[in-house]
């Protein structure tokens, strides 16, 4: 990744930003097997190539032989400390690094923070990247003729049209506001302490349970970096971008990040509350700190949400399209039917009829409405066959009375660090110190 910088002199601001939660901004790449060993709580990052050259010449061929027979879709079969011990290899000989790790790894990948010359940095794209989110969302704010628009659309649509969204910033590239943002990367001030492998999981907030194990390469919480940020005040002056939606001022700039900031930790508030769900007692716990830091802060601070595992909401425009129902039935692929014709191929059971369609209940469902009852159910769709005007659906859970969207959960995962079986952290969020 190319990597932006520029020096305190061209006039620009010192950005430091903080650790308010771990973050994580993935390169692409993964530590395999053979690129670490797990040892109790540590992760050892090896340098294979090294290991190589350790090989006598008259057993690298059953020292590869082995590795091809044994290390399959990136998992080793057995210990590779033991493959390695058969070859008078101590892998504590060719340790490039090491880190904390929180969880039990077992034979998992570890997915690489962004590095350059094996230097951990948060690219400054990133941080720009969630400042024009920000800015974005704080122009629908002020706008609610432009919101009652693009809100029109996505009633009919899928989504809210990328081009609507960007003109609020530009017309084409040149012409894009934010080409007088520059933000620099940002580099470590204390990496090894800071980083490590952590175990985190995406987590069913219906279901409440953890799915889908994944390991990072992460910064902790508390790290400190540094970089620059800086406003081409004559290139803003020039009148060639266009800038009648948004001045681009340090102060706007910073009111606009921390009213999405807020505007995110109230939805999640509400969605994790509502679930009563003990597993989330730490994540609720850090959402209340996080308001209060938030009111804290400096006019020279906010709280940015920034990196993978963000979520949908802090990413897109979601929270102000959440109240078109259309549209959030369409992102959860979510519908009340009312169950009260018979199956064909069952009577005992009853299907759906929708604009045309046969709702039928998926096969494999343990619910079933019974036929006669007129059961509502709010279901979930599986697939739809066009040529037969068939819907297949899972049934999630029986209505009574009405039914609002309002109340629906939406995205139904977030992705957490772990301890043990219970979230702890959200992903992304940083404070920025502008100047």
Same mark, same amino acid.
């Given at each position: 990744?190319?990597?932006?910088?520029? @020096?305190?002199?061209?006039?620009?601001?010192?950005?430091?930003?903080?650790?308010?939660?771990?973050?994580?901004?993935?390169?692409?790449? *993964?530590?395999?097997?053979?690129?670490?060993?797990?040892?109790?709580?540590?992760?050892?990052?090896?340098?294979?190539?090294?290991?190589?050259?350790?090989?006598?010449?008259?057993?690298?061929?059953?020292?590869? $032989?082995?590795? &091809? =027979? $044994?290390?399959?879709?990136?998992?080793?079969?057995?210990?590779?400390?033991? /493959?390695?011990?058969?070859? &008078?290899?101590?892998?504590? #000989?060719?340790?490039?690094? @090491?880190?904390?790790?929180?969880?039990?790894?077992?034979?998992?990948?570890?997915?690489?923070?962004?590095?350059?010359?094996?230097?951990?940095?948060?690219?400054?794209? @990133?941080?720009?990247?969630?400042?024009?989110?920000?800015?974005?969302?704080?122009? +629908?704010?002020?706008?609610? $003729?432009?919101?009652?628009?693009?809100?029109?659309?996505?009633?009919?649509?899928?989504?809210?049209?990328?081009? #609507?969204?960007?003109?609020?910033?530009?017309?084409?590239?040149?012409? !894009?506001?934010?080409?007088? +943002?520059?933000?620099?990367?940002? %580099?470590?001030?204390?990496?090894?302490? /800071?980083?490590?492998?952590?175990?985190?999981?995406?987590?069913?907030?219906?279901?409440?349970?953890?799915?889908?194990?994944?390991?990072?390469?992460?910064?902790?919480?508390?790290?400190?970096?540094?970089?620059?940020?800086?406003?081409?005040?004559?290139?803003?002056?020039?009148?060639?971008?266009?800038?009648?939606?948004? @001045?681009?001022?340090?102060?706007?700039?910073?009111?606009?990040?921390?009213?999405?900031?807020?505007?995110?930790?109230?939805?999640?508030?509400?969605?994790?509350? !509502?679930? #009563?769900?003990?597993?989330?007692?730490?994540?609720?716990?850090?959402? &209340?700190?996080? %308001?209060?830091?938030?009111?804290?802060? *400096?006019?020279?601070?906010?709280?940015?949400? +920034?990196?993978?595992?963000?979520?949908?909401?802090?990413? %897109?425009?979601? +929270?102000?399209?959440? #109240?078109?129902?259309?549209?959030? *039935?369409?992102?959860?692929?979510?519908?009340?039917?009312?169950?009260?014709?018979?199956?064909?191929?069952?009577?005992?059971?009853?299907? =759906?009829?929708?604009?045309?369609? %046969?709702?039928?209940?998926?096969?494999?469902?343990?619910?079933?409405?019974? /036929?006669?009852?007129?059961?509502?159910?709010?279901?979930?769709?599986?697939?739809?066959?066009?040529?037969?005007?068939?819907?297949?659906?899972?049934?999630?859970?029986?209505?009574?009375?009405?039914?609002?969207?309002?109340?629906?959960?939406?995205?139904?995962?977030?992705?957490?660090?772990?301890?043990?079986?219970?979230?702890?952290?959200?992903?992304?969020?940083?404070?920025?110190?502008?100047?």
């Amino acid at each position: 990744m190319k990597r932006t910088s520029f @020096s305190e002199e061209s006039g620009s601001d010192k950005l430091e930003i903080t650790g308010l939660s771990p973050i994580y901004i993935g390169s692409g790449d *993964k530590y395999s097997q053979l690129d670490y060993v797990s040892d109790g709580n540590k992760i050892h990052v090896i340098d294979f190539s090294k290991i190589l050259d350790h090989i006598p010449l008259e057993s690298i061929d059953d020292f590869t $032989n082995e590795i &091809n =027979a $044994n290390f399959k879709n990136n998992v080793w079969r057995g210990e590779v400390k033991e /493959f390695l011990k058969n070859y &008078n290899v101590d892998w504590k #000989d060719y340790v490039e690094k @090491s880190y904390d790790l929180v969880g039990e790894i077992g034979k998992n990948e570890i997915n690489q923070f962004v590095k350059t010359s094996d230097q951990i940095y948060i690219p400054g794209s @990133s941080v720009k990247g969630a400042i024009r989110t920000s800015i974005l969302y704080q122009i +629908l704010k002020n706008h609610p $003729n432009k919101r009652a628009q693009i809100s029109d659309y996505i009633s009919r649509s899928y989504r809210p049209r990328d081009r #609507d969204l960007q003109r609020l910033l530009r017309s084409d590239g040149k012409t !894009d506001l934010l080409r007088a +943002l520059i933000v620099s990367d940002s %580099t470590l001030k204390d990496r090894r302490s /800071f980083t490590k492998v952590v175990k985190s999981n995406v987590y069913h907030l219906r279901e409440r349970e953890l799915q889908s194990p994944i390991f990072n390469e992460i910064l902790g919480k508390d790290f400190k970096s540094s970089g620059f940020i800086k406003i081409n005040d004559k290139l803003v002056d020039s009148g060639y971008l266009i800038s009648n939606f948004f @001045s681009l001022k340090k102060e706007a700039i910073l009111e606009a990040i921390n009213l999405f900031s807020r505007e995110i930790i109230e939805q999640e508030l509400q969605q994790f509350r !509502d679930q #009563d769900d003990e597993n989330l007692t730490e994540i609720v716990r850090f959402y &209340n700190g996080l %308001t209060d830091q938030i009111e804290s802060m *400096k006019d020279n601070e906010c709280a940015l949400r +920034l990196g993978q595992g963000s979520s949908f909401i802090a990413i %897109t425009m979601f +929270l102000q399209f959440k #109240d078109n129902f259309n549209w959030i *039935k369409r992102l959860t692929n979510l519908e009340v039917y009312t169950f009260n014709a018979p199956d064909r191929q069952d009577r005992r059971y009853a299907i =759906a009829r929708d604009r045309g369609f %046969t709702v039928l209940p998926d096969r494999n469902s343990e619910h079933k409405p019974r /036929f006669g009852l007129n059961e509502k159910w709010l279901c979930k769709a599986i697939r739809t066959i066009q040529q037969k005007k068939i819907k297949i659906v899972s049934l999630i859970e029986q209505v009574s009375g009405e039914f609002n969207f309002k109340n629906i959960v939406y995205p139904i995962t977030r992705k957490f660090v772990v301890s043990g079986d219970k979230p702890i952290l959200p992903y992304g969020w940083v404070k920025l110190k502008w100047g």
